[in-house]
């Protein structure tokens, strides 16, 4: 069965498909899976009403100033619209889609206002189901496999686990297991995507170290085991502990404190406003309680694009790869349960 490209490089260059004149790429559009990593919040539904102790704002408005975005741009890529701005066209759809939302988990949601992996599958599933229907199967096929899907999932479901104890997970699982169930979902994900016929992904992952180690087995894993796939793993949690660890180096002045956020480090009470942060954003490591600031996702960005956290090749070197695997473990301090358990990097903490 012939995939498609996973979530991860959900970008795909319009070079060949819209004759985009200043990409060299050999790709066709973006598709973005995620969470408030790739979406600032426009593309979730009722996430003004259910945001509960979260960030009303996730970042600073703008998802042009995430990483995926940032990543896009440098590749020519056109801007990938969210999924419920979408009219229904074709031409919508060959431009590429954000299907990510602000707060999504890789387990089902069991809040209206928050969306899950599956959910978002379905939305890829119902877009690619349109685009057979206007390309035919042969043309559909080909955009498909040239395209990119960029996948970034996992930590709202640790903030879900410590901060609300998700579905009651922490009386049955460790977090050996709890992570061992993410990472048997986010395969089950690729295979599915795989089986749509995407063949370029990148993921992203904000999690934690154990997750971050059992999922790169298995990409390495579905690497090996899909036929036409190429799966290229990128530990950002790398690039962030640099940042964290010496942030006047990069010129940051605070790595601890949230720029918009209340209580304690700026984390127990999310960014419901902009008023409420007093510093340039700029010298911020962390925008809210779990999102970086528009300077590290740039940093990251620059990181990503130059291959230093990645394996076995860089962004630049992927129009000749099937799949890339993103891994961005960018998880905050504002769980102080988690540090000393799992070894985040967060907030509040050096």
């Known amino acids: 069965m012939e995939g498609f490209v996973l979530f991860l490089v959900a970008m795909v260059s319009m070079g060949m498909a819209m004759g985009h004149e200043n990409s060299s790429w050999n790709v066709s559009a973006m598709y973005v899976l995620g969470d408030s990593s790739v979406d600032c919040g426009a593309n979730t539904l009722f996430y003004p009403i259910f945001h509960l102790h979260l960030s009303l704002l996730p970042c600073n408005g703008s998802n042009s100033i995430l990483l995926p975005y940032l990543l896009a741009n440098k590749m020519g890529l056109p801007y990938a619209e969210p999924f419920y701005t ?36 379905r939305q890829v599933f119902e877009s690619v189901q349109l685009l057979q229907l206007q390309l035919g199967h042969e043309s559909s096929r080909w955009f498909i496999r040239s395209s990119l899907f960029y996948l970034s999932f996992g930590k709202d479901d640790y903030i879900d686990l410590f901060l609300r104890n998700f579905s009651g997970v922490m009386a049955h699982y460790n977090d050996h297991l709890f992570a061992e169930i993410l990472v048997n979902e986010m395969v089950h994900a690729m295979m599915n995507l795989y089986d749509m016929n995407v063949r370029k992904v990148v993921e992203i992952n904000e999690v934690i170290l154990k997750y971050n180690v059992l999922l790169e087995d298995s990409v390495l894993r579905l690497n090996d085991e899909l036929p036409d796939a190429h799966i290229v793993f990128c530990d ?90 993103l891994q961005s473990p960018i998880v905050n301090e504002f769980l102080n349960v988690g540090i000393s358990l799992l070894g985040i990097p967060l907030p509040g903490i050096s």
């Open 236 to 325: 950002l949690y790398q690039g962030l502990n640099k940042i964290l660890s010496f942030p006047h180096i990069f010129g940051f002045e605070d790595a601890k404190n949230a720029f918009c956020g209340l209580g304690l480090y700026g984390t127990e009470i999310g960014c419901i406003t902009s008023d409420i942060a007093c510093n340039p954003v700029s010298s911020n490591v962390w925008w809210d309680l779990y999102n970086p600031t528009p300077r590290v996702n740039s940093l990251l960005a620059e990181s990503t694009w130059s291959g230093q956290e990645l394996s076995p090749t860089s962004v630049v070197q992927l129009p000749s790869m099937i799949w890339f695997t």
């Open 86 to 121: 979408q009219n229904g066209t074709i031409d919508g759809l060959l431009r590429g889609v954000n299907y990510g939302a602000a707060h999504a988990t890789i387990l089902t949601a069991s809040s209206l206002g928050h969306q899950s992996l599956n959910h978002q599958l």
